[in-house]
C-alpha cells in the first residue's frame, strides 16, 4: 500500500516560522541562558531583557497571528481568537465566543465538532490553536523568569 499525495488545499492561516522568531530584537540573547550572572546586576538585566522579549512575542501575536484568524472566513465562525490581559501584565490569547460572554478552549472545541463548521477549515483551526498554544507558552515563560 502506498501513502496518499498531500491534499492541496488553499491555505488561509500561515504559522509564524523559526525566521519571524529570530527577528526579535532579543532572540539572539537566549543562547547565554544558562551563562553564570556576576551580580544582582546582570539578573536584573537579564530579567529585563526577558520582559522586553516577552512583549515582543506578544507584539508579534498581534501583528501576525490575530489578523490572520480574525480575516474571513475565520470572522464568519461564532468563536474568535481574541487577546485577553491578565492583571499580572501580560496578555494571552484565547478562544471567545462573539457576545464575550464565555472563553476557553472548550468553545474551541465545539466549533471543530460544531457541523456548521466548514471542513475546509478544520486543518486551518487546529493550525491557529497550535500556535495559539506555544505563543502562550513562550508568554508564560518569558513573563515567569522576569
Partial sequence: MTASPPIS???RFVALEQADF???EHAGYLKGLLQPFKGKGSLETW???CAALRDDVI???QRRV???ARAYPFSLLDVQLAQQATGAGTTFLRWRNLDRSSMGVALWEALLANPATPA???DELYAIELQ???LN?????THSIA
Fill in 66 to 68: 490575530l489578523p490572520q
Fill in 9 to 11: 488545499h488553499s491555505t
Fill in 47 to 49: 530579567a529585563s531583557q
Fill in 120 to 122: 475546509s477549515l478544520i
Fill in 22 to 24: 529570530q527577528r526579535l
Fill in 59 to 61: 507584539g508579534l501575536a
Fill in 132 to 134: 495559539r498554544i506555544v
Fill in 137 to 141: 507558552m513562550q508568554i508564560s515563560l
